[in-house]
């Protein structure tokens, strides 16, 4: 299925962007509990979403899919609207199934960026972290928000990052070709003072998608 969901969505010529770009970044979070759909209806339903991802990729509006270990998973479109992200998302007959919990969000990068991956397909693993503001009370918030970019900026002189960016109004990712020790971000000092919390899952997408080699 993951391999399926990539090879239809990444069919068209590769396209590279700069890193100043604003996309459109969609969350398909696991719902938690759902209506149980026969299995006749849930194979129609996803043989659907794979047919509407490879248009969407063909008309050049869905740059990068792909699923997350447990369900779930992301896609990257070309538009600064979330309101046209909702339009394009709304032929998605998973999307009209009420499949996942849809969270749109602005989203720039700031080291890589995006593209749409060559052919042939490498599939790989990466390690998918998103860090979400739980408080910014502090009068010193913005200090150590800051230091939490820096400390971003610290893990990419190792070259495990292959791409970071940030979501408007608030939020970041940070997406890396290792994992990381579970206590590796305890240092990080955002975390340490209970500003932002991280939550980690594993992505599979074709490589090439962040513009990486």
Avoid at 16 to 25: D, L, N
Avoid at 26 to 40: N, R, T
Avoid at 51 to 80: C, H, M, Q, S, Y
Wanted: hydrophobic share 35%.
């Amino acid at each position: 299925m993951r391999l399926a969901l990539l090879v239809l969505l990444l069919n068209s010529v590769t396209i590279c962007f700069s890193q100043s770009k604003t996309y459109s970044f969609v969350f398909l979070h696991k719902k938690s509990s759902g209506e149980q759909i026969p299995k006749e209806q849930l194979d129609k339903i996803m043989e659907g979403h794979l047919a509407n991802i490879e248009r969407l990729a063909k008309e050049g509006k869905l740059i990068v899919a792909g699923p997350f270990d447990g369900g779930g998973g992301i896609f990257i479109l070309n538009t600064t609207s979330t309101e046209e992200a909702t339009r394009w998302l709304s032929t998605d007959p998973g999307v009209q199934a009420n499949r996942w919990d849809i969270e749109t969000l602005p989203y720039t990068p700031r080291i890589g960026s995006v593209c749409v991956a060559k052919e042939p397909y490498e599939m790989v693993s990466y390690h998918f972290f998103r860090f979400v503001e739980t408080s910014t009370d502090r009068k010193d918030a913005e200090r150590i928000l800051n230091q939490h970019k820096e400390f971003v900026q610290g893990l990419s002189k190792s070259g495990n990052v292959i791409t970071e960016g940030i979501f408007e109004p608030t939020g970041s990712i940070v997406i890396l070709k290792e994992e990381l020790n579970s206590d590796a971000f305890e240092s990080d000092p955002a975390i340490q003072h209970g500003i932002i919390s991280v939550d980690h899952k594993k992505l599979w997408i074709a490589k090439g998608s962040f513009c990486e080699p």
